[in-house]
């Protein structure tokens, strides 16, 4: 009898364990996200994501199923220009480092299909509040010329 409720312990520790993990993982994926490969993105706790790629603010709604191997962000860009429902795998190496894939692409009114592209998109995580980050972090300074 007692064993029967420690095989229960630890198979609730099990479930708290992995629910934490999944939690963390989309906890984590909120805030300002930076590459030199594709569009620079933005994910709000509230579900929104915006997509910046020279031009305006493409404004959508994303998820991350944790449930997947690998991770997939599923992102929602109907009402944008963008048109469509993107799909990547999702793989985070820390807490300001994540991968992205082009997996699947589902336009309006069209079948999901692969995705033409299956670069890996690298982005780093970046401070809102930090004023050397985003498109001026390079600081142009004039020295004076000695003779």
């Avoid at 934490?20 to 993982?25: G, L």
Wanted: charged fraction near 25%; hydrophobic fraction near 30%; aromatic fraction near 8%.
């Amino acid at each position: 009898m007692q064993f029967k409720h420690s095989g229960m312990g630890i198979l609730l520790a099990v479930v708290c364990l992995s629910s934490s993990c999944s939690e963390s993982d989309e906890q984590n994926l909120i805030g300002r996200w930076q590459t030199t490969a594709g569009p620079n993105m933005i994910f709000n706790q509230d579900g929104t994501a915006y997509s910046i790629n020279r031009g305006p603010r493409r404004k959508g709604r994303y998820y991350l199923n944790t449930e997947t191997k690998p991770y997939t962000l599923i992102m929602d860009m109907r009402k944008s220009t963008i048109n469509a429902v993107l799909y990547f795998d999702y793989a985070p190496f820390s807490a300001k480092h994540i991968e992205l894939t082009p997996r699947f692409v589902q336009r309006t009114g069209e079948k999901k299909k692969e995705s033409d592209s299956h670069r890996k998109m690298l982005y780093k995580k970046i401070n809102p509040n930090d004023p050397t980050a985003g498109q001026k972090r390079i600081a142009v300074r004039a020295t004076p010329e000695t003779t």
